[in-house]
């Protein structure tokens, strides 16, 4: 019988005042019964509208369909289809503003919780006993990926899935890019990063990690001595960007890539790491996105008092709802229509406090949001041990200084087609590298277009 309740299944989460002081996953999943009681509020529409929303094109009605049935690995064999990482997007991606935003259902209620069940049919198949994978047949061709985020990983799998000889080559000493330097454990376990990776080694993907693209070795190289056919260039945005404001070199301000690739990567939260880190007895982040949501939160984890400083006001800030709503009952404390000038130091060279002026809205900027602008002589002091910059990163320049014939934007990322194809041959790229911080569901779908695109390419000139 369908499910005609105008309200999503909730999804249980650790309490707000035992989580704000570990880091385990505050979302805990469904229940069997609560993912067949989701699903049967699916009304499998004909025209299937969340599918239009998705950019990886998950048949979503026909998963749902299955979960209802109780059909919980049929259901993950046709997620698997298209996406190469159900159980991450399942908990990271923005459905809200992508599948769940075409769902009839929320016409006149809430939508169909796609992203819930897409989580909990992952998790259900990740629990059952491992099978075999039995690799493809190699075709004989050797093709290269630099960076192991999303856009790498889905491009690596769906090549590897054709038979080509992959190797993703990473910077970092652990695979994953932002999926796991980025994203917090308590949103993103990495045991399940690991998973999905050790999958694609499964597949007979090789991960040299510790290999910096522009100094290790060059794109140039990869193709000229190392015999790479073709090559993907998913390096990401991992350059932070700064206000330049005065104090903002001053011991206690970091940008979010340094507090959480230390946080996540080294877990620099724990007694005795060898790279500690703190946010002290205040912290403010500057910063309305995810990344500012994910380092308040781990700053609050840390022990701190939080602030998020946010130019505009609530009803602007880019970062994902449920993430705002779950800082806000973790404790941290928003000042919106505020933005930071300028950041005091102590007797010591430490952060004493941050200056911030008043804001209010104007006319809509490029962004076609309103444009703050700064109050007159509407300033006051915030104090703080800590500042974390999280307004934006761009792409690092270190790909594009060594890489000959090679366009860019003027603000770093890569000019690529709609088909990844930057404008030397037989490179393709995609994902933040190309367009800047975005999701990752739209860097995997960036990196299985380029993946169809180069196994044209290399078929065509075999």
């Known amino acids: 019988m369908a499910n005609m309740s105008l309200k999503k299944n909730e999804m249980p989460v650790q309490n707000p005042e035992v989580r704000n002081t570990n880091f385990d996953e505050v979302a805990l999943g469904y229940t069997e019964e609560q993912a067949i009681d989701e699903a049967k509020r699916c009304?499998?529409?004909?025209?299937?509208?969340?599918?239009?929303?998705?950019?990886?094109?998950?048949?979503?009605?026909?998963?749902?369909a299955q979960v209802a049935d109780g059909n919980f690995e049929q259901a993950y064999k046709i997620i698997t289809e298209s996406s190469s990482l159900p159980a991450i997007c399942g908990r990271v991606c923005p459905q809200e503003n992508q599948c769940e935003a075409k769902c009839v259902r929320g016409i006149k209620g809430?939508?169909?919780?796609?992203?819930?069940?897409?989580?909990?049919?992952?998790?259900?198949?990740n629990s059952q006993p491992e099978v075999p994978v039995e690799k493809p047949v190699?075709?004989?061709?050797?093709v290269a990926v630099i960076g192991s985020g999303p856009s790498g990983l889905a491009c690596a799998s769906d090549l590897a899935k054709k038979g080509y000889d992959v190797?993703?080559?990473?910077?970092?000493?652990?695979?994953?890019?932002?999926?796991s330097y980025g994203i917090p454990e308590?949103?993103?376990?990495?045991?399940?990063?690991?998973?999905?990776?050790?999958?694609?080694?499964?597949?007979?993907?090789?991960?040299?990690t510790n290999t910096v693209i522009g100094k290790t070795v060059s794109v140039d190289e990869l193709i000229e001595e190392y015999g790479f056919e073709s090559i993907f260039i998913g390096s990401g945005a991992g350059l932070p960007r700064f206000m330049n404001i005065?104090?903002?070199?001053?011991?206690?301000?970091?940008?979010?890539?340094?507090?959480?690739?230390?946080?996540?990567?080294m877990k620099a939260y724990k007694t005795g790491s060898v790279t500690p880190v703190q946010a002290g007895r205040k912290a403010v982040i500057v910063g309305g996105g995810n990344v500012a949501m994910d380092a308040a939160r781990c700053a609050k984890r840390l022990g701190a008092e939080v602030y998020v400083v946010y130019r505009?006001?609530?009803?602007?800030?880019?970062?994902?709802?449920?993430?705002?709503?779950?800082?806000?009952?973790?404790?941290?404390?928003?000042?919106?229509?505020?933005?930071?000038?300028?950041?005091?130091?102590?007797?010591?060279?430490?952060?004493?406090?941050?200056?911030?002026?008043?804001?209010?809205?104007?006319?809509?900027d490029a962004s076609g949001r309103a444009r703050p602008v700064p109050v007159p002589d509407a300033f006051f002091?915030?104090?703080?041990?800590?500042?974390?910059?999280?307004?934006?990163?761009?792409?690092?320049?270190?790909?594009?200084?060594?890489?000959?014939?090679?366009?860019?934007q003027k603000w770093g990322g890569i000019i690529a087609d709609e088909n990844g194809l930057t404008s030397k041959q037989g490179v393709y790229a995609g994902g933040d590298a190309v367009t800047g911080a975005a999701t990752v569901i739209l860097a995997m779908g960036a990196g299985k277009t380029s993946a169809n695109a180069i196994d044209e390419y290399i078929k065509s000139n075999s």
């Not at 190797?167 to 999926?179: D, N, P, Y």
């Not at 005065?246 to 990567?265: C, D, Q």
């Open 43 to 64: 009304l499998h529409c004909k025209n299937k509208p969340c599918v239009s929303g998705c950019p990886v094109k998950i048949n979503i009605p026909d998963f749902i």
């Open 138 to 142: 190699s075709n004989g061709h050797k």
């Open 186 to 208: 308590f949103r993103l376990p990495k045991s399940i990063v690991q998973k999905e990776i050790d999958g694609l080694k499964d597949l007979g993907v090789k991960i040299e």
């Open 110 to 125: 809430e939508p169909v919780a796609i992203g819930r069940l897409e989580r909990f049919v992952a998790d259900w198949h």
């Open 381 to 408: 002091e915030i104090e703080t041990d800590s500042v974390i910059m999280a307004i934006g990163t761009s792409p690092n320049p270190l790909i594009k200084s060594t890489t000959a014939g090679l366009d860019t």
């Open 312 to 364: 505009r006001t609530e009803n602007e800030l880019p970062a994902r709802a449920e993430e705002v709503e779950h800082a806000k009952e973790e404790g941290i404390i928003f000042k919106f229509l505020t933005n930071p000038v300028e950041i005091k130091a102590d007797e010591k060279g430490w952060v004493k406090s941050i200056v911030c002026q008043e804001q209010k809205l104007s006319e809509p």
């Open 167 to 179: 190797t993703i080559f990473e910077a970092l000493h652990v695979a994953g890019g932002v999926l």
């Open 246 to 265: 005065k104090g903002e070199n001053l011991n206690g301000v970091y940008s979010a890539n340094e507090f959480l690739t230390r946080i996540n990567l």
